[in-house]
Every structure is written in structure tokens, then in C-alpha cells.
């Protein structure tokens, strides 16, 4: 039986993460699974997606579909056909909510208005734009294909459209100081205010291995800002952005309080989801078991896998309970709200004090790193800035 005051971010939230793996170019710092292909058959992927989609339903009768997430690539260059088909499906196999969220991750450059209305026809209410910076030439050397005044005028249109708009920016780029920074953002701040904007996600640029920008830096073609410059940017940004009415409420995510995204929520309170797409990552409760899920990476196998077979899972794993408790300490613990000990006991059948190291807990209290209370464990906000060293010593 369901719990209604579960619903919506509580345990029984079930989201749908669908993967478009495409995208016009490939920017040098992406490690996501996006390519760039020469046409894109959207007949075949919207049969491939709608019989994943059938798959995954059929291992989950009944569950209440909370959110749907298209995230890519370059989920914007999906026919709205097929977005609109998935959603529908995905109506039907489920119970939506009233009040579903259904994200779309969009580029600015990718859509115009008429894009922009279908996407909307098809029911997507939240649209989430890649900016990711308001210095031309910084999107220049980010490999982006927009400007800003491009984004600009997409983010505006998106908000007139969309009933909620989010834009993402990257921060500590090449030369970027603390001053250009607080500038940056606030007038990033400013223009979301001014449109309706309560959403953003605000990440720091980071050397991913295997990508072209990460062997420029290897080579020492530039210098990022250091461990400590990163941090400072970091708190000027905490601070901004509640001063603005938009605080953290994970480490790189801001919100107006109500407006969070529910469907990440559920990965970091450790909800189910299902994953469906080339590289999709799923978490399946099945016959009282958590289940990884992870699809075929390749685009062009998992095509063919899917339509030939219905799925084109690549793995699964039963998770242990160990496993199952590590990782909702490591999602939890990204959110402002922390681990909520009595969704942690019920999630995993463990209290929480019998998971976390009592030696590593006690010495990150006393360091102002973690705040503990009868109901939740929390990273404070200096915490954060250190969450990996945090992590590692409570699941010593
Ligand atoms: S548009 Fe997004 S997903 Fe595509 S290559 Fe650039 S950063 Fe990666």
C-alpha cells in the first residue's frame, strides 16, 4: 500500500529517465554518453525507446510515476513525436501523479519557437537549458555552438512557455576570478528573476579522464583555478544564491524552496527509477530487492539490441544490503536535508548508526563537517566542499 504523504520526493516516488544520446558537436569537457551522428533514424529510436519503455513497465505494475526525465545528449533535438509518445506511454503504464514533472533537457541553438511549443504540446512542464556561461568567449572555449544573447532569448522563451525553466552555468573556468564570478552570477540571478526563473544548477568545471579538454590540461595548455580559489567561488555562490531566494538544497543545485526538481530528489533520497536509452542507469525494487540497471552504451547496439530483443539492458545487479546502504549515504548526504534516518531504516532495513563509522561520525562532528540530530544526518556547507573525504571516513 502506498503512503500518501510519501508522495511527492518520499519513498515512493518512481521516476523515468530516458537518454537521447545525441548532440550537434561534442564539447571538449563532456564526459556524457552524447555523439554526434550524421542523421538520426527518429522512427527507429521511437520504436526502440517505446519498447524499452514496455520492458521496464512490465517488471513494475502499479507503480506511482512521479517524474520523467529526457537527458542526454541533446534530448531537444528528439522529435516531439517521440517525447510526446514516450510520455503518453508512460502515462499509461503507470499511475501519474496529478502534478508529474517531466523535465527535457534543451540547448539553446537546438530549438526556435515553433520547437520550443511542441515540446511543450507534448508535456514537458520543466525545461532545463544548458547555458553555461554569460561570456561569449568562454562559450567559445567550452566548445558551445550558442552565444549568449542565443541563450538568452531561449531561456526567455522557454520561461513565457514553460511552467518551470532551470538553466545550468559552469563555474571556475579558465582566468575566472572571484570578482568575475559574483558578477556573473548575479547577473545570472538578475535575468532569472526578472523572467520567472527558480531553478539553477550551478556546476564547477572539473577535468574529466578520457576528454579532449582534459588533455589539453594534462598537457598544460591552460590552469584552472586551485583547490582553494574553486572554494572561494564556491561559498561567493552559496551565498549569492540565497540571498537571492534561491539556496542550495544539494551541492550543485539552487532553488526557490518548492520548485526543487523532484526527479533528482528521487535519485538522492533513493527512490526507484527506471532508466531506458543507450547508457541509462536504473534502480528497480523487484520482489523486495533493490536492482542496478544499466543499459547498453553504444547508441547504434543498443538500437539494434532493443528492437530485436525489447531491451537493451547491459547489466543488472541485485544490490547486497551493504551496497544498497553505502550508496544512499553517498546521494544522501549531497542534499542541504541530509539522510533522514527513518526513510534510510525503512529503504535499507538498517538504522543508520549501524552503517556509518562511530569514530569517523564523532571526529566530523567535532570539525563543524557533518550535523547530526535524532531524525537526519547532514553535511554542513563546508562539508560539502570536502564531501568525497567526508564519505570515505563514515564508510571506513
Ligand atoms: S551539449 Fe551537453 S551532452 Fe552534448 S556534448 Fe555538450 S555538454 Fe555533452
Known amino acids: 500500500m502506498t503512503d500518501p504523504a510519501a508522495t511527492p520526493s518520499g519513498d515512493e516516488d518512481f521516476g523515468l529517465y530516458v537518454h537521447w544520446p545525441f548532440c550537434l558537436s561534442k564539447c571538449p569537457y563532456c564526459d556524457f554518453n552524447s555523439h554526434v551522428v550524421d542523421a538520426v533514424d527518429q522512427g527507429a529510436w521511437r520504436a526502440a525507446l517505446l519498447r524499452e519503455l514496455a520492458h521496464v513497465a512490465a517488471r513494475t505494475p502499479g507503480r ?42 534543451a540547448n539553446p541553438g537546438t530549438v526556435d519557437a515553433a520547437r520550443f511549443e511542441a515540446i511543450r504540446a507534448a508535456g514537458v512542464n520543466r525545461l532545463s537549458m544548458g547555458v553555461q556561461a554569460l561570456d561569449d568567449d568562454d562559450l567559445k572555449r567550452l566548445g558551445r555552438r550558442h552565444g549568449v544573447a542565443e541563450a538568452r532569448a531561449a531561456w526567455r522563451a522557454a520561461a513565457g512557455l514553460f511552467p518551470r525553466t532551470s538553466f545550468d552555468l559552469i563555474y571556475a573556468r579558465v582566468g575566472q576570478g572571484l570578482v568575475a564570478w559574483q558578477d556573473e552570477l548575479k547577473r545570472a540571478l538578475d535575468e532569472a528573476a526578472a523572467c520567472g526563473i527558480t531553478h539553477l544548477s550551478l556546476y564547477q568545471l572539473t577535468m574529466e579522464e578520457g576528454t579532449a579538454m582534459a588533455a589539453e590540461h594534462a598537457r598544460g595548455a591552460f590552469v584552472l583555478p586551485g583547490e582553494d580559489a574553486a572554494a572561494d567561488l564556491y561559498e561567493a555562490t552559496q551565498v549569492l544564491c540565497a540571498t537571492a531566494g534561491l539556496p542550495a538544497y544539494e551541492i550543485s543545485n539552487h532553488a ?87 526513510r534510510f531504516a525503512r529503504l535499507t532495513g538498517s538504522p543508520l548508526a549501524a552503517v556509518v563509522a562511530a569514530a569517523g561520525l564523532a571526529t566530523l562532528v567535532r570539525e563543524g563537517l557533518i550535523v547530526e540530530t535524532p531524525q537526519a544526518l547532514r553535511v554542513t556547507a563546508r562539508g560539502r566542499l570536502a564531501l568525497n573525504a567526508v564519505v570515505r571516513m563514515l564508510l571506513a
Open 256 to 342: 526557490v524552496p518548492g520548485t526543487e526538481c523532484r526527479h533528482n530528489l528521487t535519485y538522492w533520497r533513493g527512490g526507484d527509477y527506471a532508466g531506458i536509452g543507450p547508457g541509462a542507469h536504473g534502480r528497480l525494487t523487484v520482489d523486495g530487492a533493490v536492482h542496478a540497471t544499466r543499459q547498453i552504451k553504444a547508441p547504434a547496439l543498443w538500437l539494434k539490441r532493443t528492437l530485436k530483443a525489447g531491451h537493451g539492458t547491459q547489466e543488472e545487479e541485485r544490490l547486497t544490503p551493504r551496497a544498497r546502504a553505502e550508496e544512499l549515504v553517498m546521494t544522501g548526504l549531497r542534499t542541504v536535508e541530509g539522510i533522514d534516518k527513518a
Open 64 to 105: 506511482r510515476l512521479t517524474s520523467i526525465f529526457f537527458g542526454g545528449g541533446t534530448p531537444s533535438l528528439m522529435a516531439p513525436e517521440t517525447a510526446a509518445a514516450l510520455i503518453d506511454a508512460a502515462r499509461a503504464a503507470w499511475t501519474p501523479l496529478p502534478d508529474l514533472e517531466i523535465t527535457l533537457e
